[in-house]
């Protein structure tokens, strides 16, 4: 499994990160066979799994019990979760709480958290506690309804420079890595060539670090609407609405199940059972 280290070596190295989400046990399984160098129980699970129109009503009970599932999946890799909504804005006590129950219950390595301001003193404190903390910056969806939506951030150099600045907040407040999301990918040459730690970034250009995608968006396991800066390597949408097609029509006509997928009784077993 790789660590915080080898992640710091891989930037050294230019060798790219490779990290994808994963919100339950096949998809942590067949990102672990595949060699993906870390996952992400991302809070996205509110949209892609959980039917939520945003990530703000995600809960750290939600994340827990689906980050379990997880690491049951991909006992073998590093494994990134998001903390939810407003779990580590109220206190640094509440906030290392929150924490300490992502990791303890469910075997996960690392917790991320969006934003700078106010969250940095939270990523000092996780960081000084034993938590390593993946920070996140540009577009931060659970600020979505401040951002005015889900739009690129940051296309000026004055609020690129204020993200410059962010990022290198969330370093020196010991973040392991940052994510960027949604921002020009000048930006992100900018920052990557500033910070020693990776970034990784989605829709922020091949100049991060590494890259990041929603498990649901990269094989079409879904019929949501994707985002620009979303490439779909497959879409298993609508092979599995022919299989659902076939099966009802199947069942419907009688054709399924047929004489190999049914079990025998003996014929004596039968007459006696007919009596
Ligand atoms: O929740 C998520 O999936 C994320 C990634 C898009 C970075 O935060
Ligand atoms: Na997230």
Known sequence: MKTTSDFLKMKQT???????????????????????DMILVGDSLGMVVLGYDSTVP?????????TKAVKRGAADTFIVVDMPFMTYHLSKAETLKAAARLLQETGA??????????????IQSLTD??????????????????????RVQARTAQKGIQLLSDAQECQNAGAFALVLECIPQQLTEQVSDKLFIPTIGIGAG???DGQVLVYHDA????????????????????????????????????????????FNMKEEERIALYG
């Open 206 to 208: 091949k100049q991060a």
């Open 14 to 36: 230019g060798d790219k990160i490779t990290m994808i989400t994963a919100y339950d046990y096949p998809a942590a399984k067949i990102a672990e066979q595949s060699g993906i």
């Open 58 to 66: 995600v809960t750290l009970e939600d994340m827990i019990h689906h």
């Open 109 to 122: 390595h690392a917790v991320k958290v969006e934003g700078a301001k106010e969250v940095i003193p939270m």
């Open 219 to 262: 094989v079409g396991y879904g019929d949501h609407r994707l985002a620009k800066f979303v490439k779909q390597y497959t879409n298993v949408y609508p092979a599995i609405g022919d299989a659902l097609d076939q099966y009802i029509r199947e069942v419907k006509s009688g054709t399924f199940p047929a004489e190999e997928h049914s």
């Open 129 to 150: 506690a034993g938590v390593p903390v993946m920070a996140h910056l540009g577009l931060t969806p659970q600020s979505a309804g401040v951002l005015g939506g889900y």
